[in-house]
């Protein structure tokens, strides 16, 4: 990122974006009226929404406000729980790299096979917070007892 500056994001040229890659808009979040964009697949087990930072009908926020956030959700026995979050996506000149990236590593860790399954019961493992901060815990947890959980590394979710 170093050497990129800031580009306004406008909301058609985002929605023009998320449409290639088969997101739908959803309703702005109601705190901070911040279009959000998802995909589901797997029979709507997995989600990735991506949190545009664009406001409806204003575009991108100023500078320093926040960044793209993407964002892959499990269907667990307890409902739609946090799996993975991206590193931000800056808006700067290459946004829409930074972000097919996000959105591409998204979708292989929301693929069946992949490493995230609980090794005590092999439910999905979904990111956590607790009293030390964030961690990897069985998404079966409080319903199966399953206790396993896994460190989550400082960093995974900035660049």
């Known amino acids: 990122m170093a050497g990129e500056r800031y580009t306004h994001i406008t909301q058609k040229e985002f929605d023009a974006f998320m449409a290639t890659n088969f997101f739908e808009c959803l309703n702005p979040d109601q705190r901070a009226q911040e279009l959000v964009y998802l995909f ?4 709507d087990n997995y989600l990735l929404k991506v949190y545009s930072s ?12 926040d960044a793209i956030r993407v964002v ?12 993975w979050r ?14 097919q990236q996000r959105i591409n590593e998204g979708m292989l860790r929301g693929r069946e096979g992949k490493n995230y399954k609980c090794e ?35 960093g995974d979710d900035e660049t």
């Open 40 to 43: 589901t697949w797997n029979d």
């Open 54 to 65: 664009i406001v409806l009908g204003m575009g991108s926020r100023e500078v320093g406000a």
């Open 120 to 154: 005590s019961c092999g439910a999905p493992m979904i990111l956590r917070e607790g009293k030390r901060g964030l961690f990897w815990g069985c998404s079966m947890f409080p319903i199966s007892g399953c206790r396993y959980t896994e460190e989550f590394v400082a």
């Open 72 to 83: 892959l959700f499990i269907n667990t026995p307890q409902g739609i729980r946090a799996m």
């Open 86 to 99: 991206a590193p931000r996506v800056y808006r700067t000149e290459n946004w829409r790299a930074h972000l």
